[in-house]
């Protein structure tokens, strides 16, 4: 019987994957915070470096988030961190998954002296405490942004290359790659054109679960003065005020919940990823959604 016959318009459905509530609420997170990075420059709010206003106000009609121990209106610097704290988080993700990537699948698919070479830097890396090593470069290079994404993508780069060294020492040996190999291709042409394709989607996977771990780590490092530099509106340093003045609860609450809400947005997509791209764990969704 045709859809016409019946009188019902067979309408096309998301994978049950993106329909669960998690992962609408992840998809929900991120966007608002995306939207608002995008946009916050043309809302009518105060200047976030203004000192215009009563130093620590708690919030009202006057100013939604209270204000902070130099009077600036902690709603309008909230908004305004989402354009240091999410651009910042995809340089850094980019940086590492490129750095990692190249790495692990050169050591991968060349094996031999520039494998050692490779991963016992990468195990000598990974032999420190993340945050640890994170404050030691991040205070030898000095505090700013830009020096604590270059000292957050010198020691997360390891963890890309020891997945993609795994993924590519497991597909090196398929026969499509070496059918290629016979006839004629080299080893970096092979690797580009046989191998990276196949274990592009793992990675993938990484970067999204990874970008709530370096938000968190950008932010970490701000709160311990390492990171953002006064008088830049970024959630990390914002939360390091409120600690200071412990007794007006609004002024770490609000930049806390909006990493809270970003981390967990990344976090809730990524396993989303996971289970569409990982073939075993997609076709247990389908199972349990049918």
């Known amino acids: 019987?045709?859809?016409?016959?019946?009188?019902?318009?067979?309408?096309?459905?998301?994978?049950?994957?993106?329909?669960?509530?998690?992962?609408?609420?992840?998809?929900?997170?991120?966007?608002?915070?995306?939207?608002?990075?995008?946009?916050?420059?043309?809302?009518?709010?105060?200047?976030?470096?203004?000192?215009?206003?009563?130093?620590?106000v708690a919030p009202g009609s006057g100013h939604l988030f209270g204000t902070d121990i130099l009077g600036r209106d902690l709603f309008s610097r909230t908004l305004w961190g989402s354009r240091v704290s999410l651009p910042l988080a995809v340089i850094l993700v980019a940086a590492s998954l490129v750095i990692g990537s190249v790495l692990g699948a050169v050591a991968g698919y060349l094996g031999g002296v520039v494998d050692e070479v490779i991963m016992r830097f990468a195990d000598l890396v990974f032999a420190f405490p993340t945050i640890i090593l994170a404050m030691v470069v991040a205070a030898a290079l000095g505090p700013s942004l830009t020096n604590a994404v270059i000292a957050l993508a010198f020691i997360t780069w390891p963890n890309y290359a020891r997945v993609m060294r795994a993924l590519v020492v497991g597909a090196r040996g398929q026969e499509y790659v070496?059918?290629?190999?016979?006839?004629?291709?080299?080893?970096?042409?092979?690797?580009?054109?046989?191998?990276?394709?196949?274990?592009?989607?793992?990675?993938?996977?990484?970067?999204?679960?990874?970008?709530?771990?370096q938000i968190l780590l950008l932010s970490g490092l701000s709160f311990l003065g390492l990171g953002a530099v006064p008088p830049a509106a970024e959630w990390g340093s914002m939360v390091g005020d409120g600690v200071q003045q412990f007794s007006s609860w609004w002024l770490a609450t609000f930049p806390g919940l909006a990493i809270l809400t970003v981390v967990m947005g990344f976090n809730f997509i990524g396993d989303a990823l996971r289970d569409v791209l990982d073939p075993?764990?997609?076709?247990?969704?389908?199972r349990v959604s049918t």
């Open 178 to 213: 070496v059918a290629g190999r016979l006839l004629g291709s080299g080893p970096f042409t092979s690797l580009r054109r046989d191998v990276l394709p196949n274990v592009a989607a793992p990675m993938l996977v990484l970067a999204m679960l990874d970008f709530g771990s």
């Open 280 to 286: 075993r764990t997609a076709n247990a969704v389908q």
């Open 1 to 56: 019987m045709s859809t016409r016959a019946t009188g019902r318009i067979r309408r096309p459905r998301l994978p049950a994957v993106w329909r669960r509530p998690l992962t609408v609420t992840g998809l929900v997170f991120v966007l608002f915070w995306v939207v608002v990075a995008l946009v916050v420059p043309i809302l009518p709010l105060p200047d976030p470096l203004a000192q215009t206003s009563a130093t620590l």
